[in-house]
């Protein structure tokens, strides 16, 4: 289970739980999220079936998604055969959330365990604001006001001194979307970041 925006989601499997991570990590436009919301009947090949997806996600820009987490092994199977069902089968997905009004989305392992955006979700969801001081928040923010528009958390630990630890905090403003630190290297003492 994984609680996004005060609502507990199920998991099924690490991948799953790790997709979910990074969702509520690094997604701040999610107004719904559903765990199995809806099931559907697709055809594939000719055989009505009963399809039950992951997730639906509804966005804030009215976008509507079914997702379906699973491995990239799951989609190619042990045989070019299978592959091909797996494919047909996907496609079948895709059409009957689109029939219903929802974008679709298959999230594979191969697109969930990127590096550093895994280790980044994590941290920030290990340092969620509610483990931080209001005083902590209330002097990060001040001295937040001073820095330049790019910074760096090892500025930000220059203002502050050394009663509070800037990068808890700096992970924790990010969170609350007063700053954004740069996804594209593993957060660290040494991290850039924008004020938003």
């Given at each position: 289970?994984?609680?996004?925006?005060?609502?507990?989601?199920?998991?099924?499997?690490?991948?799953?739980?790790?997709?979910?991570?990074?969702?509520?990590?690094?997604?701040?436009?999610?107004?719904?999220?559903?765990?199995?919301?809806?099931?559907?009947?697709?055809?594939?090949?000719?055989?009505?079936?009963?399809?039950?997806?992951?997730?639906?996600?509804?966005?804030?820009?009215?976008?509507?998604?079914?997702?379906?987490?699973?491995?990239?092994?799951?989609?190619?199977?042990?045989?070019?055969?299978?592959?091909?069902?797996?494919?047909?089968?996907?496609?079948?997905?895709?059409?009957?959330?689109?029939?219903?009004?929802?974008?679709?989305?298959?999230?594979?392992?191969?697109?969930?365990?990127?590096?550093?955006?895994?280790?980044?979700?994590?941290?920030?969801?290990?340092?969620?604001?509610?483990?931080?001081?209001p005083e902590g928040h209330v002097a990060a923010l001040e001295a937040l006001n001073v820095l330049p528009s790019k910074s760096s958390v090892a500025d930000?630990?220059?203002?502050?001194?050394?009663?509070?630890?800037?990068?808890?905090?700096?992970?924790?403003?990010?969170?609350?979307?007063?700053?954004?630190?740069?996804?594209?290297?593993?957060?660290?003492?040494?991290?850039?970041?924008?004020?938003?």
């Amino acid at each position: 289970m994984v609680c996004i925006g005060r609502k507990l989601i199920g998991a099924r499997s690490m991948l799953a739980f790790n997709f979910l991570m990074i969702t509520d990590a690094f997604t701040r436009d999610i107004t719904e999220m559903n765990d199995k919301p809806v099931s559907f009947d697709i055809n594939v090949r000719g055989t009505v079936r009963t399809w039950e997806p992951h997730y639906m996600i509804a966005h804030s820009d009215g976008l509507r998604e079914i997702v379906m987490v699973h491995t990239v092994a799951w989609l190619m199977g042990k045989s070019d055969a299978y592959a091909a069902y797996k494919r047909d089968l996907v496609d079948a997905m895709a059409d009957a959330a689109s029939h219903a009004g929802f974008g679709f989305r298959l999230v594979t392992d191969e697109q969930v365990y990127v590096q550093p955006r895994l280790a980044n979700a994590k941290l920030l969801r290990r340092h969620l604001p509610t483990f931080g001081t209001p005083e902590g928040h209330v002097a990060a923010l001040e001295a937040l006001n001073v820095l330049p528009s790019k910074s760096s958390v090892a500025d930000l630990q220059a203002r502050l001194g050394r009663r509070f630890d800037a990068f808890v905090l700096s992970l924790q403003l990010d969170w609350l979307g007063h700053l954004r630190l740069d996804r594209r290297t593993a957060f660290s003492r040494a991290s850039t970041f924008v004020k938003v």
